[in-house]
């Protein structure tokens, strides 16, 4: 039998509920028709800061791609990575991704405003 460690109850008020909290903007995936086929990015307000602060760390190229990977998920990214993107085709995309997440151009997902 495994030793029993003693926990105490958390009974003491919070000061902030970050469990409570919901989004104040609609977090509806972007869809975008590229090379035939349907592609959907999760919201970027809705994206795990971790892998993005990663990924900011390599500059803004690097930061750029990393939110799109993790907009799209591991299975959609390996086949999007298997077409030729042209840098005007990433400006463009990235651009628009930023419109639909409520981003004006220069502020990043991850932003605190």
Excluded at 25 to 48: E, K, N, P
């Amino acid at each position: 039998m495994a030793p029993r460690t003693a926990t105490t109850q958390d009974d003491q008020p919070f000061d902030f509920n970050l469990d409570a909290l919901q989004s104040e903007v609609d977090l509806t995936a972007w869809r975008v028709h590229w090379d035939g086929r349907r592609w959907t990015f999760a919201h970027m307000q809705a994206l795990d800061v971790w892998a993005l602060m990663e990924a900011a760390e390599g500059g803004d190229v690097t930061a750029t791609i990393g939110i799109l990977r993790a907009a799209l998920g591991d299975e959609q990214w390996a086949e999007f990575r298997k077409i030729k993107l042209p840098q005007y085709k990433l400006k463009a995309l990235f651009d628009g991704y930023r419109r639909h997440s409520g981003l004006e151009p220069g502020e990043s997902g991850a932003s605190a405003s």
